[in-house]
């Protein structure tokens, strides 16, 4: 597979869940993946499969990945991420913002997207793809949780292409992990297409977006959350 050869992807939350199965897939279809988080390797308590670092399985399976720190809830870092990936690769063809930190990402969409449309296109016409992972509470709300749905929503929801994912709760990730077997029970009868999603189930969305397949997909939200949010 090669939908992705010679791309430039940066990935954010790329250490476990959501992130790290975008990066993988990323990886597989022949793009270049920098990986960013604010740790190199995920928390040991939520590990389900290696304690390898992502960009150092991508590199052992003969991709190209490197590792950024960066702290997604800093302007700073995101810019530096940004500047680092521009210079060393010479452009920046995707950008998947999937770390969970909202307050940053107005000023990260104007200056991804500021740089993308500047560069060269590629072959097939494109300048970039920015896809935003948000939660299903961004569409469907919840009263217990207000902030959150309030900062995973309105900050994403209309940019370049939104990637409304079942992300947190609803994709079986560390958020999951860490339920009790009747509130996974319950979680998992609100979705009533094959229950709970897996991180490759938002994975292989992004890679549609994100390749040339999509010719004419743009400026909207794409739920991937199992049948949630038609009930």
């Not at 597979?1 to 597989?28: C, D, E, P, W, Y």
């Amino acid at each position: 597979m090669s939908r992705l050869v010679n791309k430039i992807a940066i990935v954010t939350g790329s250490s476990s869940g959501i992130g790290r199965a975008i990066a993988l897939k990323f990886s597989r279809e022949g793009a270049v993946v920098i990986c960013a988080d604010i740790r190199e390797t995920a928390r040991t308590e939520i590990l389900t499969e290696t304690e390898i670092a992502t960009h150092d399985l991508i590199t052992q399976n003969g991709g190209t990945a490197e590792y950024l720190r960066v702290d997604a809830s800093k302007p700073e870092d995101v810019e530096r991420l940004v500047a680092h990936t521009a210079l060393k690769y010479g452009r920046l063809d995707i950008m998947i913002n999937n770390a969970g930190v909202s307050e940053v990402w107005d000023k990260d969409i104007a200056l991804n997207s500021t740089g993308m449309i500047k560069q060269d296109p590629l072959p097939c016409g494109d300048r970039g793809w920015i896809a935003n992972i948000v939660s299903v509470f961004g569409l469907t709300g919840a009263a217990s949780i207000a902030g959150y749905v309030a900062c995973r929503d309105g900050s994403y929801e209309g940019c370049s292409v939104g990637l409304c994912a079942s992300s947190h709760p609803h994709t079986d990730t560390a958020f999951i992990s860490g339920m009790n077997g009747e509130m996974r029970g319950f979680v998992q009868q609100l979705h009533p297409f094959r229950g709970l999603g897996k991180p490759e189930d938002v994975a292989n969305a992004a890679i549609f977006l994100a390749s040339e397949e999509n010719t004419w997909v743009t400026g909207i939200g794409l739920p991937v959350d199992g049948g949630y949010t038609s009930l």
